[in-house]
C-alpha cells in the first residue's frame, strides 16, 4: 500500500478540497466547543457555589489607590477608581471585582 507522507498531503488537494478540509475542522472545533460548554452549564446549574458573590471583599492597598486615582485623572473606569478610592480612604473593604479592574490596568502599565 502506498503511504502518502504528511507533509505533502495538502500539496495533493485542490482548493476546494482543502476549503472544505478548513470547514469540516472548523465545524468539529465548534460541536467541541458546545460539548464542553454544555457540560459546564450543566456542573453549574447542580452546584451550590453562588457564581455572583464568588469574589469575595478585600482592603485595596496603597499602590491599588495610587493606581486609581491615575486611572481616575486618564478616565479609565472612572466609576471603580473612585469606588476603591472611597474604599482605601474610608479603611473599609471593598468588591474583589473592583480591585480586579485595578489590577488589571496595573499589569497593563508594565507592558507599555
Sequence with gaps: MY??????????LTPEQRAAKE???KERERAAFERKWAAM???????????ATAGGYYH???AQYNA???MERAGINVMQASALQGAF??????SHDTIHVINEY???LTTL
Design 3 to 12: 503511504k502518502r507522507s504528511f507533509k505533502g498531503y495538502y500539496a495533493d
Design 89 to 94: 480612604l474610608a479603611g473599609v473593604k471593598c
Design 23 to 25: 470547514l469540516a475542522r
Design 41 to 51: 452549564e450543566k456542573q453549574r446549574a447542580k452546584s451550590k457555589f453562588d457564581y
Design 60 to 62: 485595596p492597598t496603597q
Design 68 to 70: 486609581a486615582v491615575d
Design 106 to 108: 496595573r499589569r497593563s
